[in-house]
């Protein structure tokens, strides 16, 4: 059992920068993949960013460039560096464990952290 718990969320202008943090506990030493995604209203939830358990990053189109996942295996923790803030980035962003990189198939998820972008 994992159990994974986001924060960092909230508001910022556009241009600006948030970093989520994601927090794990339980059987960690299983996680070999984790992600981050994101869904907005009416929207399919998407892949955002994903690591390995060695090291090798993933990411969108559409935050190439200006995401940056990592991960801190000594304390079970994994970020997303978000610059540049965009207002189309506004949407409740999950970390996941236990699935493929990239992908969307995940065995454990976060609750959610909501990250709001104005113009």
């Known amino acids: 059992q994992v159990q994974l718990v986001e924060s960092g969320g909230g508001w910022v202008q556009a241009g600006g920068s948030l970093r989520l943090s994601c927090a794990a506990s339980g059987r960690t030493f299983n996680i070999r993949n984790m992600g981050w995604l994101r869904q907005a209203p009416g929207k399919e939830r998407e892949f955002v960013a994903g690591i390995s358990w060695t090291g090798g990053t993933y990411y969108s189109d559409s935050v190439k460039g200006r995401f940056t996942i990592s991960r801190d295996n000594a304390l079970n923790t994994g970020y997303l560096q978000m610059n540049s803030l965009k207002p189309e980035d506004t949407a409740v962003y999950f970390c996941?464990?236990?699935?493929?990189?990239?992908?969307?198939?995940?065995?454990?998820w976060g609750q959610g952290t909501q990250v709001s972008v104005s113009s």
């Open positions: 996941a464990a236990g699935g493929t990189l990239p992908g969307t198939d995940y065995r454990y």
